[in-house]
């Protein structure tokens, strides 16, 4: 029969929210867990060991192609397997074949191109949009906004527990300050009907829930972009609404991409790139551009530098050619 892993993973699962990974976190190193046990034939992890890890991870790499990325993100979820939920140390693992890391230029939009798409985008998908090009946003950190992170009088959006669950302060864009406005404002009535149905319930991060029994319904923990439908939380029974969901604007920018007749692969991470690079072709310290992106290190910022280097000092050997009118 093998293995059944049910039980390990929920351990798992509880020792991720123990030290305060983000719920997408927690399902991504569940997964690496299960096709972990997996490729060993439902062997119990605690079975295997630095071998077996290796194997699986090399893989990876060799078998199913994977970017050095993933097989990183793989290797991080078995190390806190087996260190945090089953009290074993690895040790260095020196066999793994390792992915390629392949080092490409972000795509970046002109300002046109970036007007261009914006304006095939309609309702809360055009100021998401807004959102990831005019504050330089992540997809996930523009959608799980809430109320109280927006702050209109200082122009400021606080991103809570960003990636690497850090928190920083970016810009409110002013051009897009009183549709936000409004939009706050329909929001605030949706709440309310929500209230009066016996709704009107979020999920709060971490153990909020448990000391503020009653924060759940305050208008300040809001999604800022709220899904259409309720749900009912399985633990507690509250009709919630979840916020808008990450593939339903990521269609919504693929469809304004080819309508606006863009012959690039724009999708919505690149109007974050687009942020960062026309901020530093305005003169924007790097510095400060790392900041507004939450970037740990400047060297990863560093890259859009390259985006706007890409022009060569020489020219063409046919530019000198004479000039002559093809014939059709």
Request: include cysteine; aromatic fraction near 8%; charged fraction near 30%.
């Amino acid at each position: 029969m093998g293995y059944r892993p049910p039980g390990l993973l929920a351990s798992l699962d509880r020792m991720l929210e123990a030290h305060h990974y983000s719920r997408r976190t927690r399902k991504t190193y569940t997964m690496w867990a299960r096709r972990f046990i997996r490729f060993h034939h439902r062997r119990h992890p605690r079975e295997m060991g630095k071998a077996e890890v290796e194997a699986f991870l090399s893989a990876l790499a060799t078998d199913r192609k994977v970017s050095a990325a993933t097989q990183n993100q793989a290797l991080s979820a078995l190390l806190f397997l087996y260190r945090r939920v089953l009290g074993i140390e690895l040790p260095w693992l020196d066999e793994i074949v390792r992915a390629k890391q392949k080092r490409r230029l972000p795509i970046v939009l002109d300002r046109r191109e970036v007007d261009s798409v914006l304006c095939q985008l309609n309702g809360m998908y055009r100021l998401v949009g807004m959102l990831l090009y005019g504050a330089g946003l992540r997809l996930l950190e523009a959608c799980s906004l809430r109320v109280k992170d927006l702050d209109f009088d200082q122009r400021l959006i606080v991103v809570r527990e960003g990636k690497g669950n850090k928190d920083r302060v970016t810009v409110l864009p002013e051009v897009v300050r009183d549709e936000m406005e409004e939009h706050i404002r329909r929001v605030h009535n949706l709440h309310r009907r929500d209230l009066r149905e016996n709704a009107g319930w979020v999920e709060l991060p971490h153990a909020l829930m448990r000391k503020y029994p009653r924060a759940g319904r305050e208008w300040a923990w809001q999604w800022v972009f709220p899904a259409r439908k309720f749900y009912v939380d399985a633990r507690s029974g509250q009709k919630r609404r979840h916020h808008l969901h990450q593939t339903s604007m990521q269609r919504a920018m693929r469809e304004a991409v080819l309508k606006s007749g863009i012959a690039k692969r724009a999708t919505c991470h690149t109007l974050r790139h687009s942020f960062a690079t026309h901020l530093l072709q305005d003169g924007a310290d790097i510095r400060t551009v790392q900041e507004l992106l939450g970037h740990s290190d400047v060297k990863t910022t560093m890259i859009y530098t390259h985006v706007l280097n890409r022009g060569v000092a020489v020219r063409s050997p046919a530019d000198r050619l004479k000039r002559r009118t093809p014939e059709w």
